[in-house]
């Protein structure tokens, strides 16, 4: 099972920019499709960003499409989500998931599907 470290969280002002990146271990990283996911307080984890293992399609939800961008580098098993932008109600933990299944160009959604998980890191956007 693939594990998963976040890093790149902070502070930042609204309008402000930050780049998270998710370093996994393991050889077979290009298997697995990768989510972001984020939790506010006293909100429920919600869907982010997605990418598929080619990194051919990715997916947004509504609130972040054409302000952040999902990518990822397999030969450094990492995969970043570049937030522009931000407001203060992108303030959240905000969690890396791998989902190994599906093919090349699956991008997978639901927090269900996703069997490995980060242990988080905090965004915090201030106004």
């Known amino acids: 099972q693939v594990q998963l470290v976040e890093s790149g969280g902070g502070l930042v002002q609204a309008g402000g920019s930050l780049r998270l990146s998710c370093a996994a271990s393991?050889?077979?990283?290009?298997?697995?499709?990768m989510g972001w996911f984020r939790q506010a307080p006293g909100k429920e984890r919600e869907f982010v960003a997605a990418?598929?293992?080619?990194?051919?399609?990715?997916a947004y939800t509504d609130s972040v499409k054409g302000r952040f961008t999902s990518s990822r580098d397999n030969a450094k098993n990492t995969v970043y989500l570049q937030m522009n932008s931000l407001k203060p109600e992108d303030t959240a933990i905000y969690y890396c998931?791998?989902?190994?299944?599906?093919?090349?160009?699956?991008?997978?959604?639901?927090?269900?599907?996703?069997?490995?998980w980060g242990q988080g890191t905090q965004v915090t956007v201030s106004s």
């Open positions: 998931a791998a989902y190994r299944a599906g093919g090349s160009s699956y991008v997978p959604m639901r927090a269900p599907d996703f069997h490995s």
């Open positions: 393991g050889r077979t990283f290009s298997s697995y499709a």
């Open positions: 990418i598929s293992r080619s990194a051919g399609n990715t």
